[in-house]
């Protein structure tokens, strides 16, 4: 029989291990999701390490196809953190940080790992050049990669109760996401990607090789314009009705407050579709963060 006297030191070695695992999420989603970081900054203190849990998730496959030369190796990372999920947690908790933290944050709030599968699903389009086929097509894909985060963050955030607003969480999503498609156009256009929905852009008059080999024309601005209206319809929805959203769960719209910004900028004079990787300055976003929670606060 094991002695009760060794059981506090493996507690302690499993909340060791858990507070490294979220230390870890901090730091990945400050170098590579910047925008959500800040917003995690002004959530309450005890929501942060869910929050940085379920970003940090979302960053680890957004980027596997910057990290592999070919479909099949970014199917093989997608199937491992689908039996993450799905039936091996404790060996995938000992071999990955995120994993570890993912689960746990899963296991707190009693939150179901569905939306996290068809997140991976829907990032399964991004390890191919197939175009986008419709508007449906890149609404359901912005839903399932960032309307569902603002969703489970709003769980996290209402400590796993229902806090209602779930459409606007879909509205919200969707304007990050498409403002974040366009952001990275020119990532995109240089490795034969295409995020526009195919049958505007045939609308348009706009070809897939245009875009491929990066040619700019009147055409293509019309395009890029349509996707822009598209994604600040959306975030006005959120906007007029931002009073229906319960005070707890704010910090899961935050990063959303940055897309006038952002589309502002691709609406300059000297916006170059395949050259300007649109971003704002750290101090500004600050600002605009800041900002908005300070707004929030005002309705509690």
């Given amino acids: 029989m094991n002695s009760p006297l060794a059981m506090p030191g493996l507690a302690d070695r499993q909340g060791q291990d858990l507070d490294a695992a979220f230390a870890i999420c901090m730091a990945q989603v ?33 980027r596997i196809r910057d990290i592999v030369s070919e479909p099949m190796p970014g199917e093989l990372r997608h199937q491992w953190w689908r039996e993450a999920l799905s039936c091996k947690g404790a060996e995938a908790g000992r071999q990955n940080p995120v994993a570890l933290a993912v689960l746990e944050t899963l ?3 009693a939150l179901p790992p569905d939306p996290l599968l068809a997140l991976i699903e829907a990032r399964s389009f991004d390890l191919y050049d197939d175009p986008m086929p419709t508007w449906q097509d890149l609404e359901g894909y912005c839903g399932e990669t960032s309307s569902a985060l603002v969703r489970l963050a709003s769980l996290i955030l209402a400590g796993g109760e229902e ?11 969707v304007s990050y996401a498409m403002t974040g498609l366009l952001r990275a156009f020119p990532i995109h256009a240089r490795r034969r990607q295409c995020f526009l929905p195919h049958e ?8 897939l090789d245009d875009i491929a080999e990066g040619r700019d024309s009147d055409s293509l601005r019309a395009a890029l314009h349509e996707v822009r209206q598209r994604a600040r319809g959306h975030f006005e929805t959120l ?4 009073g229906e959203i319960d ?10 407050c940055l897309v006038p910004a952002y589309l502002g900028k691709m609406e300059r004079a000297d916006y170059r579709p395949f050259e300007t990787l ?14 908005s929670a300070w707004k929030a606060k005002r309705y509690r």
Avoid: H, T
């Avoid at 800040?38 to 979302?58: D, I, T, V, W």
């Avoid at 806090?163 to 999503?173: H, I, T």
């Avoid at 505007?200 to 070809?207: H, N």
């Fill in 30 to 62: 400050r170098a590579l999701d910047p925008d959500r970081y800040l917003a995690c900054l002004f959530a309450p203190r005890e929501a942060q390490p869910g929050l940085f849990a379920l970003y940090a998730f979302s960053s680890e496959i957004a």
């Fill in 107 to 109: 296991r707190r709030y």
């Fill in 163 to 173: 806090p209602g607003s779930a459409d606007l969480c879909g509205y919200a999503g």
């Fill in 200 to 207: 505007m852009l045939i609308s348009c008059g706009v070809s």
């Fill in 239 to 242: 906007r007029s009705r931002i």
């Fill in 247 to 256: 005070a707890r769960i704010r910090p899961a719209f935050l990063a959303c």
């Fill in 278 to 291: 649109v971003d704002l300055n750290p101090l500004r976003k600050w600002w605009i963060i800041g900002r």
